[in-house]
T-cell receptor, first 114, second 115 residues
């Protein structure tokens, strides 16, 4: 069975700094999909970034980028020039196929300090 | 605009009552999902449905029931058999076909409290 592990329950950084959130996963499959979702205090889940495992190039979305290390089964999220609005719970997630369910990690609570 | 609507936003249940949480989507997505969120637990899958009139149990289905009579709708009933129903419930849908739009779209959630 696939699992997702986020080893940092909580983090705090100063505004404008760069922060990296860690995520590791376990699977024996070679193709799959990985995600980072953000849940701000409103509790609305928002897709931050996604990556297909067969694509070696790391995904980027504006200030958000990932470091996808397939052999190490690692999928970290880097937030550059962090902003107060980035304060949220961040969930790393794994999906085996497009018609499959998503498995979520337990989340990292990120605080951006003014 | 397309999206997922969950209602109500807040729901209170008395001991022994069944309650139903609504989830409606107009994204033409085939698959729909229900998750439960508790502090420190992440999101745990309750039930999911990949096609109308069919659904599967997730990891914590006991005490819950669902139906999928229409593509757009996937209501969740929390029965009296669910011993600890107080939680935040999230509904999601996904496009299971080709294209770059993979992953879930989420509703805004329902906070259920037992009183």
């Amino acid at each position: 069975a696939q699992t997702v592990t986020q080893s940092q329950p909580e983090m705090s950084v100063q505004e404008a700094e760069t922060v990296t959130l860690s995520c590791t996963y376990d699977t024996s499959e070679s193709n799959y999909y990985l995600f980072w979702y953000k849940q701000p205090p409103s509790r609305q889940m928002i897709l931050v970034i996604r990556q297909e495992a067969y694509k070696q190039q790391n995904a980027t979305e504006n200030r958000f980028s990932v470091n996808f290390q397939k052999a190490a089964k690692s999928f970290s999220l880097k937030i550059s020039d962090s902003q107060l609005g980035d304060t949220a719970m961040y969930f790393c997630a794994f999906m085996l196929g497009r018609d499959d369910k998503i498995i979520f990690g337990k989340g990292t609570r990120l605080h951006i300090l003014p | 605009d397309g999206g997922i609507t969950q209602s109500p936003k807040y729901l209170f249940r008395k001991e022994g009552q069944n309650v139903t949480l609504s989830c409606e989507q107009n994204l033409n997505h085939d698959a729909m999902y229900w998750y439960r969120q508790d502090p420190g637990q992440g999101l745990r899958l309750i039930y999911y449905s990949q096609i109308v009139n069919d659904f599967q149990k997730g990891d914590i289905a006991e005490g819950y029931s669902v139906s999928r009579e229409k593509k757009e709708s996937f209501p969740l009933t929390v029965t009296s058999a669910q011993k600890n129903p107080t939680a935040f419930y999230l509904c999601a849908s996904s496009n299971t076909w080709t294209g770059t739009d993979y992953g879930y779209t989420f509703g805004s959630g329902t906070r259920l409290t037992v009183v």
